[in-house]
């Protein structure tokens, strides 16, 4: 099993900024790509941004410019720098990572279990 722990998250004032951080941990296993989604209240969760092992990144409109995402594949872990930060991105914030475990090659695609970030004065 592959599990997902994120932190970084909190209350903070518009403009100001958060670091999430994501680490993933268990045995024999490779990770592909790896990314930040969020849900708001009586929405669906989107995508934020992901990042792929080899460094190419993919980020939704609503926050190019303000959030960047990139990762340590030594450590299994992607982090979501947030600048900027405006009350619409308030939401709870998941991890994912995508990959394949190495005795079975069987794929996987897991979550955190969330991390709350409010953006609010």
């Known amino acids: 099993q592959v599990q997902l722990v994120e932190s970084g998250g909190g209350l903070v004032q518009p403009g100001g900024s958060l670091r999430l951080s994501c680490v993933a941990s268990?045995?024999?296993?490779?990770?592909?790509?790896m990314g930040w989604y969020r849900q708001a209240p009586g929405k669906e969760r989107e995508l934020v941004a992901a990042?792929?092992?080899?460094?190419?990144?993919n980020y939704a409109d609503s926050v190019k410019g303000r959030f960047t995402i990139s990762r340590d594949n030594a450590k299994n872990a992607v982090y979501l720098q947030m600048n900027s930060l405006k009350p619409e991105d308030t939401a709870v914030y998941y991890c994912?990572?995508?990959?394949?475990?190495?005795?079975?090659?069987?794929?996987?695609?897991?979550w955190g279990q969330g991390t709350q970030v409010t953006v609010s004065s």
């Open positions: 994912n990572a995508d990959g394949k475990m190495l005795l079975n090659n069987r794929r996987f695609s897991n």
């Open positions: 268990g045995s024999f296993f490779t990770i592909n790509a």
């Open positions: 990042i792929t092992t080899g460094g190419s990144t």
